[in-house]
């Protein structure tokens, strides 16, 4: 892995993910990993991206399965203050699970010369697995910070990571063994 060309995507890191509408216990578990990892990245120049939910109340489609949350300009849908949002990050709203549908995250890539994207944050089996599957399908390498990353069960994050490896070749990693790579 180049840290050159390698991007962290966090996400969904959010309030309503971690503590608020759509609360995820075992998301709090993650987040010192994460932010020991995000805190690294900067040191060392390798861009920051949280791919975050932004909805359009009473209008996104999927709002209809998961019920209101990270509504767009809402507490819910902020950053969780304990991952220390830099006015160097970037953020890129989105409405629907894959950080890449109908957003400009592929041209900031593009832009910053990424070629590997390393994966954290919330559900490894839905948003961070379709946001690594358009990763995959756009030519990017997939790396999964196995303990940045998390789900509702543990039944559902360990078929998150075999479906990750299996399907996109995705490489498992520690966020020690990723922060020694840098």
Not at 7 to 35: E, H, Q, S, W, Y
Not at 44 to 68: S, T
Request: net charge negative.
């Amino acid at each position: 892995m180049n840290p050159n060309k390698t991007a962290i995507l966090v996400v969904d890191m959010l309030n309503d993910f971690v503590t608020g509408a759509l609360k995820c216990d075992r998301g709090l578990a993650i987040v010192p990993a994460t932010a020991r990892l995000l805190d690294g990245a900067r040191k060392k120049g390798v861009p920051v991206i949280f791919c975050n939910d932004a909805h359009i109340k009473g209008v996104d489609h999927e709002l209809k399965l998961w019920g209101d949350h990270a509504i767009a300009g809402t507490e819910g849908a902020k950053v969780i203050p304990e991952l220390n949002l830099s006015e160097k990050d970037y953020v890129v709203p989105k409405r629907r699970y894959s950080g890449f549908f109908r957003t400009d995250l592929e041209l900031l890539l593009r832009e910053l010369g990424v070629e590997t994207v390393i994966m954290t944050g919330l559900h490894t089996h839905m948003c961070v697995r379709h946001t690594s599957a358009d990763a995959y399908c756009l030519g990017y390498e997939v790396v999964v910070a196995a303990d940045a990353t998390d789900s509702f069960t543990e039944a559902d994050y360990l078929a998150g990571l075999d479906y990750l490896k299996a399907v996109y070749g995705a490489k498992i990693e520690t966020v020690d063994s990723l922060l020694a790579q840098f």
